[in-house]
């Protein structure tokens, strides 16, 4: 994972870069490259594009989708195991690595947001923390998920929930802030997700 540029010394909120040079040009080149190659390619050609992220260092089992539409900020800090999914419009923006599980799906619009700045720095030095969404869970339309979050095992983020905490395993969360609604009523079998989740 690289880390951000110290605030004190380049002075983000007057121009200063939050990341290297390498790592803006690394940027420049993967965006033009979606941008060209991917961002306007058919629902079907996901292994196309799951190609090129792997091209450009994202860790992705090879029956995930990844939809056009979507943005990854930083490709070798996404990892997607199998038949995992990210929507149409999904922002999965990966300043620390964003793990999604197995059978995971994000659905359109959804935000995934790794970074956030700290508010009591006079510099607002960028603070980046992982995000893990766990096997079986789905994010719904256009929900958000902070930095340093855990989504637990087959749980549900509402449609446009705001989520800045770890949810319990097979459990629902709307709202904003998203605060727990009520437990799934499902049984995991080997089959689909593994162990029952609670």
């Not at 996404?78 to 999904?90: K, N, Y």
């Not at 097979?170 to 029952?196: C, T």
Request: aromatic share 12%; glycine share 8%.
């Amino acid at each position: 994972m690289k880390e951000p540029l110290k605030a004190s010394l380049n002075k983000p909120l007057e121009g200063g870069p939050s990341f290297s040079l390498t790592h803006r040009i690394f940027r420049l080149l993967w965006n033009a490259t979606w941008f060209l190659f991917a961002a306007w390619t058919p629902p079907p050609f996901h292994k196309w594009r799951i190609l090129l992220l792997r091209l450009y260092g994202a860790r992705i089992h090879y029956t995930a989708r990844v939809y056009g539409s979507a943005r990854i900020w930083y490709p070798p800090n996404l990892f997607m195991s199998e038949f995992a999914c990210i929507g149409p419009r999904v922002n999965c923006y990966c300043m620390a690595p964003i793990h999604i599980g197995r059978k995971v799906i994000i659905s359109q619009g959804a935000y995934l947001c790794a970074g956030t700045h700290d508010i009591e720095d006079p510099d607002f030095q960028l603070i980046v923390k992982p995000i893990t969404v766990c096997d079986g869970a789905w994010i719904a339309a256009e929900a958000f998920i902070g930095p340093g979050v855990i989504v637990g095992k087959a749980s549900v983020v509402g449609a446009r929930a705001v989520l800045f905490r770890d949810t319990e395993a097979s459990s629902v969360y709307i709202g904003n802030p998203a605060k727990f609604l009520r437990y799934r009523r499902l049984s995991l079998d080997e089959g689909s997700l593994g162990e029952k989740s609670r």
